[in-house]
């Protein structure tokens, strides 16, 4: 993979946007991505992602998969969803009114499960890809708990949403409740119509240990006391 060089766009980026989606990695961010294209236009949609660029934590921005150092978006321009973790964009973004921030959660356990699966697909597939003989890549294969108890790879939904209390988002829906809160979350938009959701088929898979489990629960523990309150900000909503 080619390593992007970092950089950063040398003002605020002003713009009239209508909403911004933050998509926390496997929160069923593509399907999402796709029913916004629909109800607003995919030329209206951008792909904004402000990504860490080496090991020294210096970001790079992305619009659309290219390197983004612009005061501006495209005019079409109406909503902007993909990674970045809120006080990344709020840095780097200055709307020029007030605009709803939405997000989604998941539970923290399936997340982490959902994303080492994620990145073991992507391991096997460059493996495939490479003289068998230079088999080097093995050598950085990690197991499910390897992964999970690394420190970047938790706490993730914390990360994203520091600097932002809960309350504070115009939106947060609930993964296991996607068509659900969909439903609500038009009807709060004013969305006259949306296409019927469809999220990626998950992938059958054995049970996990209770250890494991535990074990991952307690490495997440930011995360499980934000998906506990989106819970019951949920369930207040729901019983309004």
Known sequence: MKLLRKNDPDQVIKHNLELVSMHIPKTAGTSFAEILKQVYGHKQVSNFQVQIANHQGDMR???????????????????????????????????????????????????????????????????????????????????????????????????????????????????????????????RLGWKEYPIPHLNKTQKREPLAAFKYDAIKCWNAQDVELYEQALAMRKERMQA
């Open 61 to 187: 921005v992305m619009l659309d998969g290219e390197i983004f150092t612009q005061r501006s978006f495209s005019p079409d321009t109406k909503v902007i969803h993909g990674h970045f973790p809120f006080q990344e964009m709020e840095k780097r973004i200055q709307a020029k009114e007030k605009i709803p921030v939405i997000t989604w959660l998941r539970d923290p356990v399936d997340r982490v499960v959902s994303a080492f699966h994620y990145v073991d697909r992507i391991y096997k597939k460059e493996l495939s890809q490479r003289d068998p003989g230079l088999n080097i890549l093995n050598t950085l294969k990690r197991g499910l708990m390897e992964y999970a108890h690394a420190k970047p790879n938790r706490n993730r939904m914390a990360y994203y949403l520091k600097g932002i209390p809960l309350e504070s988002l115009f939106f947060v829906g609930i993964l296991e409740h996607f068509e659900e809160d969909l439903a609500f979350l038009a009807k």
